[in-house]
């Protein structure tokens, strides 16, 4: 695609570039891409400052405007749960340049580290008051015997961490099972919305200002996260979906070899709950990154399962074009689910989110190319709302 003549910030000439010079047009990793910023809903920012190369969505029943691209500060890219503070503040400040209004973190990334990194980093570059704050809160099975005090506890802990008095968004991190324990750290059901539970802690914790909305992490059994997910008293959910596992969000076959996580996003539809992708790149697995030191020890998306990703992966990026990347297909794909806000993507460095925000204004992948990408991942389309379709 041809340079347009003017790329100045007079006119873009409906083409955006990623160059910080100029605030109308945006270079992405050296293509010109279509602006798509005018002709698609929910662009505007939800501060109504920030540039214009964003696309924002309206977090399901809330009053809450979220950008489609958001920042995730987990273990796996080290960023946030490392030492390198200048990268850090880079990263993170060309994230706030592109329009990134979402920040997701968890008392648990790096003990800590992952907060206070952010917190630290935000309030250097003064935009703690301009983006939107989520953290999680894990209870191990010993802080079942006072729910409500190791929910306060952690709460007041990212809090501080954060340097904020108050969070857009707090989310259980436990899965959801029929048993306790069934998978490490499960909760029931019961655990969750009965007397004594953690709801009634999140709730208090809402109720006092602290929190403004609660969510969930889908993951679990889906006959268990239903139920918690039909109570309709949380706002959103994150939950892993990608183009290997997209079974979040749509009907896999019965071979299908990986975890099925039961079309959960139709049921927070249902409830008009916002949802955030997580794993959209399956830890890293679908960009040719070698496992992080945290794949080794975790319970929860550990090495093995990394492995048949990586190998998955590869097939999948067989399909694509030459010079195609399986990250910006893999995003993009991700994106095209009428019933997912926003990618929550791990960033390592500024180009990284260069390249995530122009998948974004990319579009969406054609159908066809879903479809096959699907299927290249062992996600064979099986009825209504499967995989490709």
Sequence with gaps: MARPADCGSRLCHGYVCLVQSCRRCVRIAGSWLPDRRHTRKNTAPASGEGPELMEYANLGSTDLTVSRVAFGAGPIPQLMTGDARQLQRATVEQALELGVNW????ATYGMGRSEESLGATLAELAAVDKVHLATKVRLMPADLEDISGNIEASVMGSLTRLRVERLTLLQLHNSVT?????????????DVLGSGGVLETLDRLRSRGVVEHLGLTGIGGPAALREVIGSGRFATMQVPYNVLNPSAGCVVSEAFPETDYGNVIDACAAQRMGVFAIRVYAGGAMVGQPPAPHTFKTKFFPLDLFQRDAERAAQVAELLDSGASLADAGLRYVLRHPQIQAAIVGFSSPSQVQQAVG?????????PLCRQLAAAGQNPPAGEGSCGS
Excluded: C, M, N
């Excluded at 920040?103 to 968890?106: E, Y």
């Excluded at 029929?178 to 019961?190: A, F, H, I, K, N």
């Excluded at 998948?359 to 159908?367: F, N, Y």
């Design 359 to 367: 998948s974004l204004l990319a579009g969406p992948l054609p159908e």
């Design 178 to 190: 029929v048993g306790r324990g069934d998978e490490p750290t499960s909760l029931t059901p019961q």
């Design 103 to 106: 920040f997701d973190t968890a």
